[in-house]
């Protein structure tokens, strides 16, 4: 089993519609979690990043983290043609480097207008 | 502008052929990162620096090398050892290497094997 394993896609939805993406993990020391989007051809950027267990809202984003399932997610609320993008999710554990950041591969989402 | 910059964005090789990609960043980071990313493998870390002068092995080593002379500076250099060359390489960035803080990524530099 991988420790991050993230459903790669293409997900393709309609504009406004409420986007949920997910990662489950296998080592239950993770206690970081992070989400990234990365549009094409260009580098990641950091969107939400969680410390344990819980919910963070930022915006049209929230993410939440079930610790108990090793399960997270990243819902997108009215989502946007520029949201379109791949979204790879990242975690590590407590007191570890950031070379310890293990990402998952990605879920490519296309928006369409 | 503050951020990180990768050169060159495309570079074909011959096989055989040693080629070093270059990074360097203006944020006053500590810590420095390149990953390899390939289609349907997400991103795997090559090699990361917490420090001036200091460098340690990620998970895909083999066939690669680093220098970190500069704090600014951490170019990686692709070696003929290397036996599938061919992939989307990213330089990241943090203040240190143990905050939770965000990684800073360059734009990538693509990578062909002719």
């Known amino acids: 089993q991988k420790e991050v394993e993230q459903d790669p896609g293409p997900l393709s939805v309609p504009e406004g519609a409420i986007v949920s993406l997910n990662c489950t993990y296998s080592?239950?020391?993770?206690?970081?979690f992070m989400w990234y989007r990365q549009y094409s051809r260009k580098g990641p950027e950091l969107l939400m990043y969680t410390y344990s267990s819980g919910n963070k809202e930022d915006g049209r984003f929230t993410a939440q983290v079930d610790k108990s399932s090793k399960y997270i997610s990243l819902f997108i609320r009215d989502s946007q043609p520029s949201d379109s993008a791949t979204y790879l999710c990242a975690m590590r554990f407590y007191g570890g480097s950031q070379g310890n950041l293990i990402f998952g591969k990605g879920t490519k989402l296309s928006v369409k207008p | 502008d503050g951020g990180i910059t990768q050169s060159p964005k495309y570079l074909f090789r011959k096989e055989g052929q040693n080629v070093t990609l270059s990074c360097e960043q203006n944020l006053n980071h500590d810590a420095m990162y390149w990953y390899r990313q390939d289609p349907g493998q997400g991103l795997r870390l090559i090699y990361y620096s917490q420090i001036v002068n200091d460098f340690q092995k990620g998970d895909i080593a083999e066939g690669y090398s680093v220098s970190r002379e500069k704090k600014e500076s951490f170019p990686l250099t692709v070696t003929s050892a290397q036996k599938n060359p061919t992939a989307f390489y990213l330089c990241?960035?943090?203040?240190?290497?143990?905050?939770?803080?965000?990684?800073?990524f360059g734009e990538g530099s693509r990578l062909t094997v002719l």
């Open positions: 990241a960035s943090s203040i240190d290497g143990r905050n939770t803080g965000e990684l800073f």
């Open positions: 080592n239950s020391a993770f206690q970081y």
